[in-house]
């Protein structure tokens, strides 16, 4: 079956309250993807954010980002009344991170406080996510103690868990404990029902998660015989990417590298068990960096840079086979972007996931670019760009006078084209699979739509689209390509 459908973050979402959630206005989106013949919704991580507000540096490979938690569900519930409710709206065009953190976790604690923590769905969310649930909620509980510092700067006796300091914990801050588990029972709950209804209304969710976790992270804590760091947790590798056209630098990203022999002697179970979650909050999910499964580059703690790296050798097929043996087939889709290779390809071939094909990267004035959608194959997914890339429309404007005749003869329009229109028809028009637009690219924004600049702090992630970018015209316009070309239920004879 042919597919197509939106890449848009849950953040990204319009609405009152800062920041996009699971209420309304992600129900409105749904609508607009079915009224518009789209069967695929394409998010970003869901983690907690930490400093820098990016999902791909979470708390914890498992939590979900409380931002995300609907205040109106919470009245609903009778856990605030509509007077706290109103004086929570933020009409805010992009994401103030700094005010959500100041302002929405005293409303998520005054709304928790009037929790039934005897609630039978929420004692049974407890007990079957006791695995990981419990140690987060000690996590963030010491986070709070500390000031927020990070794990680094807490007191060794909490960093290296200390049993009679964690009891003492445990005893004093059982109400700040309790807040955290709550937050994940809501954001678990109003995400499984969102979902719900798309998966009714035809729509599948696709997932992403980093292949990395952050050093200042539950999973670290909890588990650091699985990662490569010292007796003070701190990294002894970390992970990034080489210097390549696009950074002189590299990327340095600073995530500690798995021990992945120590998770190789116990068959994966860590990983099984975080591609077993995914499983059921996802039809489908991208998994970050897949280069790094077959071989992955590491730079010396102390580095300022990731210039001087080392590739060391991944799991490779054999962490596949056990995740396929233990889980079945998870839906996964492979980021293959970046420094690939025969091995990177002989790993992709060897799995079966479906790649992806970024229509930016096809315009280098060769033919045999594996990113022009001639040169496409049917297992793949085709996006106009990512979250780390311009908006189409950035990126055509900042091209050259040739680039852009160029860009213009491929989507076989004049200077006084929709350019984006024409990104869009002729992704849709390939032997692709699947295609997925980012929403910016369907309504033409230019740089002020970009989501992400790898390696840059600031101004990231707080990219939101506007209630009235989701209107009868752009579904019209989407629904006529979907037919034309064979991705929806009812297309052209």
Request: aromatic letters at 16%; proline letters at 4%; a negative charge.
């Amino acid at each position: 079956m042919r597919n197509c459908g939106t890449l848009l973050h849950i953040s990204s979402l319009p609405g009152e309250y800062g920041i996009g959630n699971f209420g309304t206005d992600a129900y409105s989106f749904v609508d607009f993807l079915k009224k518009s013949g789209q069967n695929l919704w394409q998010i970003l991580p869901l983690g907690i954010t930490g400093y820098g507000d990016s999902p791909y540096q979470s708390f914890s490979s498992f939590a979900g980002n409380p931002y995300f938690i609907d205040p109106e569900g919470l009245y609903k519930d009778g856990l605030i009344t509509k007077d706290t409710l109103d004086n929570e709206k933020i009409r805010a065009e992009r994401v103030d991170y700094g005010r959500l953190y100041r302002e929405r976790y005293g409303l998520l604690k005054h709304a928790m406080s009037n929790f039934n923590t005897d609630d039978a769905n929420y004692v049974e969310f407890c007990v079957k996510n006791a695995w990981w649930l419990d140690s987060f909620a000690l996590f963030m509980t010491l986070k709070e103690v500390a000031g927020s510092k990070g794990m680094s700067e807490w007191e060794k006796e909490y960093r290296l868990k200390d049993k009679a300091a964690l009891s003492n914990i445990e005893s004093r801050y059982a109400q700040e404990i309790s807040f955290w588990k709550i937050t994940q029972y809501y954001f678990f709950k109003q995400w499984n029902d969102l979902r719900a209804y798309a998966n009714a209304n035809g729509v599948r969710v696709i997932g992403d998660i980093p292949i990395y976790v952050a050093a200042d992270s539950a999973d670290v804590w909890e588990s650091p015989e699985l990662f490569l760091v010292d007796a003070e947790l701190e990294p002894k590798l970390m992970a990034g990417c080489p210097p390549d056209a696009f950074n002189d630098d590299g990327q340095l990203w600073g995530n500690p590298i798995y021990d992945w022999e120590a998770m190789r002697m116990d068959g994966y179970a860590w990983w099984k068990k975080r591609l077993a979650m995914t499983a059921k909050l996802y039809d489908l999910v991208r998994i970050d960096h897949f280069r790094g499964f077959c071989a992955y580059y590491t730079v010396e703690a102390g580095e300022r840079t990731a210039k001087r790296g080392k590739w060391k050798e991944g799991p490779g097929n054999e962490f596949f086979e056990a995740v396929r043996n233990s889980l079945g087939n998870t839906g996964i889709i492979a980021e293959d972007l970046g420094f690939i290779d025969e091995p990177v390809r002989r790993l992709l071939q060897s799995c079966g996931f479906p790649g992806m094909k970024i229509l930016e990267f096809g315009f280098d004035g060769n033919p045999d670019n594996e990113y022009l959608p001639h040169n496409y194959t049917k297992n793949c997914f085709a996006y106009t760009g990512t979250h780390d890339n311009d908006t189409f429309m950035s990126f055509y404007l900042k091209s050259d006078a040739k680039t852009k005749r160029y860009i213009r003869d491929y989507f076989n329009i004049d200077s006084s084209g929709d350019i984006c229109y024409g990104a869009v028809r002729t992704l849709f028009a390939s032997c692709a699979d699947n295609v997925v637009i980012p929403l910016q690219d369907y309504i033409g924004v230019a740089d002020a739509g970009r989501m992400n600049t790898p390696s840059s702090l600031g101004g990231n992630w707080v990219w939101r689209a506007n209630i009235s970018d989701f209107n009868d015209k752009l579904a019209e316009r989407i629904y006529e390509l979907a037919a034309l070309y064979g991705r929806t239920r009812t297309s052209v004879l």
